[in-house]
């Protein structure tokens, strides 16, 4: 008998990304299920990190990171929110907002506190929170603008309550935070004394011209937040697995211990490539959001052919719809495996991103756009050829 392991892992199923990635290949279906674009980041961030490969430094860098991302984490703070930030002190570099996000939950949740997400939730959420020995309370926001209501969150505070993780713009459902919502959790993190993790991996995506509001700007918040940012994300480089973490000397002190047993260093060429997009002018800023709310354009309009209704997309490189929309009557994670293997699209359901003690809404399905436009093109042909 082989000795068990932690249920926190061992009863989760492997990632739907890895599912349906997996799906997607065996059927030569498009992929539009996992979150990553199909384009590299900037020439010169390649250029710059095959430089620094060859001139080092290649061994351990400083735990808490490199001077030069952790300054340029620092200037990005202020120029894009006018936030004041110390790098020594208030910044730390992470092995991708992932880890970030875990060694947050390690650092600051102990056996018995409770931390509330917001469902759906980016995957990694709940078990880390457990692998801490805490309690992931969910609220399942209802879709189809997912609102966080007042009484909701309220029900959810319990006197455990220690933290509460909030992403936005969000994933699975392209949802930007609206200002009173941040209001609402920024009042309830005052009254409660709560930490507040914020998973900002898509800051710069935001369309429409609005802008992105950390929590962490809102009056009483920055000495009790801590933001997460993923050079991943904003350059298109998600296998860099360089993130950025920026709090209050003591929250981010708190971190650094977790942190040094999870990742211990992050590599330091890639590193001082990330610092020189950081440093990027707003014309970088500006095209990257522009290409992507294109593509979220012609995703929508794709979709939309095919006989989807579509939900609101304000911001990431997700879209979500209704599957009930196109007549199907099945659950989304059929539906997922059905486009992935008749029609060659593959996507992943929306109900994989819940707590499974608060299983969510199952008619759903998520579309991935950070795709080239002949990519999309094909899919939205593909589909509308099926559905239609
Ligand atoms: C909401 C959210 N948080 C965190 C991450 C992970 O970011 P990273 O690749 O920097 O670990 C993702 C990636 O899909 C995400 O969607």
Partial sequence: ???????????????????????????GAINLGQGFPDEDGPRALLDAAARFVVEGPNQYAPVTGIPELRQAVARANGRFYGLDVDW???????????????????????????????????????????????????INLEPPDWRLAEEALAAAITPKTKLIAV???????????????????????????LIAVCDEVYEHLIFDGRPHRPLMTLPGMRERTVRIG??????????????????????????????????????????????????????YYERFVAEMQQKRDRMRAGLEAAGFDVLPCEGTYFMTVDIRSVGYDGDDMAFCREITQKAKVAAVPVSSFYHPAAPGPRRYARFCFCKKDDVLEEAARRLKSYFG
């Fill in 88 to 138: 020594e002190r208030e910044t730390l570099v992470v092995s991708g907002a992932t880890e970030g996000l875990a060694a947050s939950f390690l650092a600051f949740l102990q056996p018995g506190d409770e931390a509330i997400v917001l469902a759906p939730f980016y995957d990694s959420y709940a078990p880390m929170i457990e692998a801490a020995g805490a309690r992931a309370r969910p």
């Fill in 167 to 193: 992403n936005s713009p969000h994933n699975p459902t392209g949802k930007v935070l609206a200002d009173d919502e941040l209001a609402l959790i920024a009042d309830v993190c005052r009254a409660h004394d």
């Fill in 230 to 283: 993923s050079a991943g994300k904003t350059f298109s480089l998600t296998g860099w697995r360089i993130g950025y973490a920026t709090g209050p000397e003591h929250l981010i002190a708190g971190l650094v211990k977790a942190h040094q047993f999870v990742a211990y260093t992050t590599p330091a060429h890639l590193q001082r490539a990330v610092a020189l997009g950081l440093d990027f002018g707003d014309d």
């Fill in 1 to 27: 008998m082989p000795r068990s392991l932690n249920p926190v892992f061992a009863e989760r199923p492997v990632t739907i990304f890895a599912v349906m990635s997996a799906l997607a290949n065996e059927h």
